[in-house]
């Protein structure tokens, strides 16, 4: 996928991309310890925006003819319809309650599109100075270094991730504490780290076995981990076992050897917990 465009330069322009919008989030996160009582939601929507203008600007500057789903600026300049034309995904501050609290788990997430498919994914974490990168058909590398999936071939033996979201009405809680309970019993151990993007790039890298989330923020949270696990030589896809769908607002990830127990574990946690 990617025809004849020149993935290696799409993927330097992001880089550069994320490594400003980073230097913005850094200074935010070290400077808020001293906001006292007003401001910390403020700060978050100013650093937000400062990354995503910073971003969208240096990609539109580069790429005018480029398509643009972002977080903020869909609405705005991008557009929320996915079409075959290239199209930036990105996600300025993915873990933002982890930039308000000083967790040091935030990050850029920029993911490229060409024909409805993730091809250039870019994750940076600048508080670890983690940079995540993969181009489809051609690796992906953390801080340039080539990184894999796991070999872990054992449920019982895996370290699985998901988050809780954002919702907290009864019903949404249930079920998904009531899949964490069923899912606790055929796992190692079980971390929320407030980042879908670096969710992904745990599977990618190995620190991870197993992800799932269901109904985070958008695709922007999502296409740039996509083609870095993908390239690691991980799985990603629905988390019913299906396709996956980078509109669709489902993941699910696991190395190569691990899909399908997961799906399996997935689908009876949905049926234990049937009300």
């Not at 993915?94 to 250039?120: A, E, R, W």
């Not at 083609?227 to 799985?235: F, K, N, R």
């Amino acid at each position: 996928m990617g025809g004849n465009y020149p993935l290696d330069e799409f993927l330097a322009v992001a880089v550069e991309a994320s490594k400003r919008a980073g230097e913005i989030i850094q200074k935010g996160f070290h400077l808020k310890k001293n906001v006292e009582h007003k401001g910390l939601v403020d700060l978050v929507t100013e650093t937000d925006k400062a990354c995503e203008d910073l971003i969208f600007n240096h990609l539109k500057q580069k790429y005018p003819e480029h398509k643009f789903i972002g977080e903020e600026t869909s609405a705005a300049f991008g557009t929320a319809e996915l079409t075959d034309d290239p199209t930036w995904m990105v996600d300025p501050l993915d873990g933002t309650t982890n930039f308000v609290h000083g967790f040091p788990f935030v990050c850029v997430s920029i993911g490229l599109t060409i024909g409805k498919v993730p091809t250039i994914g870019v994750v940076y974490n600048p508080i670890m100075d983690e940079l995540f990168t993969g181009i489809r058909g051609q690796g992906a590398f953390l801080n340039a270094n080539p990184i894999k999936a796991s070999s872990q071939t054992e449920l019982v033996r895996s370290l699985l991730a998901t988050e809780v979201g954002t919702k907290r009405d009864i019903s949404t809680v249930d079920a998904t504490t009531n899949r964490i309970n069923s899912l606790l019993f055929k796992v190692r151990s079980l971390r929320m780290s407030g980042s879908c993007a670096l969710n992904l790039c745990g599977i990618a890298c190995g620190r991870l076995d197993l992800f799932y989330e269901l109904g985070f923020g958008g695709p922007w949270d999502v296409a740039g981990g996509a083609v870095i696990v993908q390239e690691a030589g991980g799985l990603v896809f629905d988390p019913s076992g299906g396709e996956f769908d980078v509109m669709s607002q489902r993941v699910a990830a696991t190395n190569s050897h691990l899909k399908d127990v997961f799906v399996d574990a997935l689908r009876e946690a949905e049926q234990n917990h049937q009300p």
